[in-house]
């Protein structure tokens, strides 16, 4: 990766750059693309740190094997919740100006109760169900970037280093009582104004949540990155994402 560091860092810094005002979305040629999975997380954590940002927790994204195959993923996108535009509440006013030409999903959530440390085996599913607490939320996601002729391959390259797409969370009040629900077959009302509620994703479309959250925690370790107790977890669409604008 050393002869393509240049184009990676200036990647990054233009991503950063764009995240507090997203509404003038760069122009990458294909020259500009992370090639592999390893460049794309390159870009995305230097682009974190270039922000200078805290970190409340992690996404992720294409969870279920159905939709990573139909939007052309070969693993899951993970990426990163930022504190500056993560609200926690169940009636919060945003500001139009961070999320332009964005559009909002729900997804189930979670906080860490304690720490899934680094280890040697991987974190299973039932595992961390015992230490997560369920938080229903609203994802919003956009780009930084424009491309043209992209194909499936470099959009989910581009995807994992535009931060997984993600722009902004909602979470609402915690559930403890979660873990008997049947999540890939809960109906959800999503409704952006006046319109027709958005589409859910059913059966298959969806993840287990749990295992998503062990996906992830796992996928972290093999990059030696730990989450820890209060950070939140987010598990993916389970809606199709809604356009919304001021006021809506």
Wanted: aromatic fraction near 8%; glycine fraction near 8%.
């Amino acid at each position: 990766m050393s002869n393509n560091n240049t184009k990676l860092a200036a990647l990054a810094d233009m991503l950063a750059d764009k995240w507090p005002d997203p509404s003038s979305p760069i122009k990458l040629e294909p020259h500009q693309f992370p090639e592999n999975r390893i460049e794309a997380y390159y870009v995305q954590d230097r682009m974190f740190d270039a922000l200078g940002e805290n970190l409340v927790g992690w996404k992720v994204g294409a969870t279920s094997a159905r939709m990573r195959a139909l939007d052309g993923h070969d693993d899951v996108i993970p990426g990163r919740i930022i504190a500056s535009t993560c609200y926690v509440g169940t009636h919060m006013k945003l500001p139009i100006s961070r999320f332009p030409k964005a559009r909002a999903e729900t997804e189930f959530a979670f906080r860490l109760t304690e720490t899934p440390t680094l280890r040697g085996t991987p974190w299973r599913a039932e595992e961390m169900a015992e230490i997560m607490t369920m938080h229903p939320a609203i994802e919003i996601i956009g780009n930084r970037y424009q491309v043209e002729g992209a194909s499936k391959a470099q959009n989910s390259l581009l995807t994992i280093a535009d931060n997984g797409g993600g722009m902004g969370f909602v979470f609402g009040d915690p559930i403890h009582d979660w873990r008997d629900l049947d999540f890939q077959n809960h109906i959800i009302t999503l409704r952006v104004d006046d319109r027709a509620p958005a589409e859910n994703f059913l059966g298959d479309m969806r993840c287990v949540p749990a295992q998503a959250a062990a996906d992830l925690v796992n996928h972290l370790a093999n990059r030696h990155i730990c989450m820890n107790a209060g950070d939140f977890l987010s598990t993916g669409a389970a809606t199709v994402p809604q356009p919304f604008a001021a006021g809506s």
